[in-house]
T-cell receptor
Framework: SQTIHQWPATLVQPVGSPLSLECTVE??????LYWYRQAAGRGLQLLFY??????ISSEVPQNLSASRPQDRQFILSSKKLLLSDSGFYLC??????????FGDGTRLSIL | GESVGLHLPTLSVQEGDNSIINCAYS??????FIWYKQESGKGPQFIID?????DKRQGQRVTVLLNKTVKHLSLQIAATQPGDSAVYFC??????????FGKGTKLSVKP
């Protein structure tokens, strides 16, 4: 069966520091991959999606970037974090026609 | 703004009663809809999906109804249990597997 892993589960970072969040999927090939951000008590905002290695689409302009160095690996990065980058970050995968399946998220706090 | 929204932000039901969570969508061309359950501190969990060629789909204790005429989607939970307490999101497909999420309804189950 397919599984998705995100780490770390929680992260506290100072303003201006870099960021790297990693997501990996097991049990499937060539998945679509997604990064979302969720503010407290709010819905999900799509940040990036990828339909293949090296293919990244950005939904909103922001201080973050994404990369897909391997088929089942999706990384969310920032060179310099802002206070507004705080939130709950979720990775998800899907097949071409199926539902998205989410990881358990990373709670990011910027101080 | 989002094309998928929810009629009620909160819903409180008695344990054992049936729950109905509603969702409206605005894109009549959407052909795939999904319901997710999100517990506190976790990622959204897939519950059930439905394609636009169907009006109703049933799972274990859950039923999704789709009314394309009025662009309305509902999730029915039979014999609601305390473990059903969570935030429920509906989502519709956008393109390339991307989804548009509603803002969520918080379901509270009273013992």
């Amino acid at each position: 069966s397919q599984t998705i892993h995100q780490w770390p589960a929680t992260l506290v970072q100072p303003v201006g520091s870099p960021l790297s969040l990693e997501c990996t999927v097991e049990g499937t090939s060539n998945p679509n991959l997604y990064w979302y951000r969720q503010a407290a008590g709010r819905g999900l905002q799509l940040l990036f999606y990828s339909v293949g290695i090296g293919q990244i689409s950005s939904e909103v302009p922001q201080n973050l970037s994404a990369s897909r160095p391997q088929d089942r690996q999706f990384i969310l990065s920032s060179k310099k974090l802002l206070l507004s980058d705080s939130g709950f970050y979720l990775c998800a995968w899907s097949s071409s026609r199926g539902p998205q399946h989410f990881g358990d998220g990373t709670r990011l706090s910027i101080l | 703004g989002e094309s998928v929204g929810l009629h009620l932000p909160t819903l409180s039901v008695q344990e054992g009663d049936n729950s109905i969570i509603n969702c409206a969508y605005s894109n009549s061309a959407s052909d795939y809809f999904i319901w997710y359950k999100q517990e506190s501190g976790k990622g959204p969990q897939f519950i059930i999906d439905i394609r636009s060629n169907m009006d109703k789909r049933q799972g274990q204790r859950v039923t999704v109804l789709l009314n394309k005429t009025v662009k309305h989607l509902s999730l029915q939970i039979a014999a609601t249990q305390p473990g059903d307490s969570a935030v429920y999101f509906c989502a519709e497909n956008k393109d390339q597997g991307n989804l548009i999420f509603g803002k969520g309804t918080k379901l509270s189950v009273k013992p």
